[in-house]
């Protein structure tokens, strides 16, 4: 396959520090080479503190050490880099999945659907674009989390062929993540990207992962064992997309709408 064609995706399934953005940069560093050679690596939500609500004592800005970090390493390995942190700007903190490319240039998704039930609203500004970037051929729209439990949002208008989402979803409710990601694979005729982390975050809860590679069928194509921290290779292929859209295109029946944030 050209680079058109395929794309080799990695996600990095992870322990996280809590609230300490150096410890978990040098945490993620061997994990990172690990997954050298890939075109796309993959990082948990929060990835630099754990998902913390106490958003004035994390966050970082745009020029802060975690994104010259971030540019560092896809610079280094050639390659996209994607996670979320706490980014803080004029107007507000941001729960930010970052989109760094090895050129240094960086898009993103601000969070827009925040998870009242940890407080996530009353600490942080929700985002209000809906965000879909190119890399190689595909289309990717980019989401963190709680994001996934509202599928109009996610919603595709034929305008991409992954849907990543980066979390700190917990094992308590890991059925509800794994299933969640294959509807939206389904419904979406969609590759779906999901990676969680592992390990106990500072507030006692535990997360099992349960980071997987879906293919549109809804398809594991690769996961890891629960609780296990490691690096998820897959290589995905655009033209059997494309082909499977073409053979079943359930698209054509879908009703109209528009979507606006409020």
């Known amino acids: 396959m050209s680079t058109a064609e395929a794309l080799d995706v990695a996600i990095i399934q992870t322990e996280l520090v809590w609230q300490d953005a150096a410890a978990n940069r040098e945490l993620l560093q061997p994990l990172l080479w690990q997954a050298s050679g890939a ?3 993959i990082l948990p939500e929060t990835f630099n503190s754990g998902f913390s609500m106490q958003s004035q004592h994390i966050a970082e800005t745009m020029q802060g050490a975690t994104v010259q970090w971030l540019q560092q390493q896809a610079h280094q390995l050639g390659a996209v880099i994607c996670g979320s942190m706490a980014v803080a700007t004029d107007a507000g903190i941001y729960n930010r999945l970052l989109w760094v490319q090895p ?3 960086i898009a993103y998704y601000d969070k827009r659907h925040l998870f009242r039930m ?5 600490h942080y500004q929700p985002g209000q674009r809906r965000v879909i970037v190119e890399y190689k051929g595909f289309r990717l729209l980019l989401q963190v989390c709680y994001d996934l439990r509202f ?6 208008q034929n305008d991409y062929d992954a ?4 979390a700190n979803w917990p094992a308590a409710r890991s059925r509800i993540w794994s299933t969640l990601l294959q509807a939206r694979a389904i419904e979406n005729q969609a590759y779906v990207l999901g990676c969680n982390r592992v390990g106990v975050d500072g507030n006692g809860h535990g997360y099992s992962g349960d980071s997987v590679i879906l293919n549109y069928l809804g398809e594991p194509l690769a996961e890891l064992p629960p609780g296990e921290a490691g ?3 897959h290589r995905l292929d655009l033209p059997a997309l494309q082909q499977f859209r073409r053979q079943f295109p359930a698209a054509l029946d879908a009703d109209a709408f528009s979507l606006t944030a409020e």
Do not use: C, M, T
């Open 103 to 105: 050129e240094g240039k």
């Open 163 to 166: 849907i990543l989402y980066v």
């Open 118 to 122: 940890a407080g996530e609203d009353l």
């Open 151 to 156: 599928p109009v949002f996610s919603r595709n």
């Open 39 to 41: 075109d796309l690596i």
């Open 231 to 233: 690096v998820l290779r």
